[in-house]
Nanobody
Framework: QVQLAESGGGLVQPGGSLRLSCAAS????????MGWYRQAPGKERELVAS?????????NYADRVKGRFTMSRLIGRNTVFLQMNDLKPEDTAVYYC??????????WGQGTQVTVSS
């Protein structure tokens, strides 16, 4: 059974930084890619960043986080990170790790709360 273990959320002041981690285990098929989504109260879940884990690694970012957030992976491990810099109050949300396998449905982590407030 696939499990996604997220960590790194918390409370930070505006302009601060946080680093989220997501480690996947129990995968039986290949992984096409992984991503981070977030959902703020009263809003829909939205894509923050994604990374492909195929032969050519590519990353994609939502416009509102470009230049502030960086997604990376640990080579050889099904682990990804989201480095978040210059955090703003509007970044406050529950952040979810997503795993998109080559076969079968996507998997989701339980979410980690990120709160940006002074």
């Amino acid at each position: 059974q696939v499990q996604l273990a997220e960590s790194g959320g918390g409370l930070v002041q505006p302009g601060g930084s946080l680093r989220l981690s997501c480690a996947a285990s129990g995968t039986s098929s290949g992984i096409f890619g992984m991503g981070w989504y977030r959902q703020a109260p009263g809003k829909e879940r939205e894509l923050v960043a994604s990374i492909s884990l195929g032969g050519r690694v590519t990353t994609n970012y939502a416009d509102r986080v470009k230049g502030r957030f960086t997604m990376s992976r640990l080579i050889g491990r099904n682990t990804v990170f989201l480095q978040m810099n210059d955090l703003k109050p509007e970044d406050t949300a529950v952040y979810y790790c997503n795993l998109h396998p080559t076969i079968g449905p996507d998997y989701w982590g339980q979410g980690t709360q990120v709160t940006v407030s002074s």
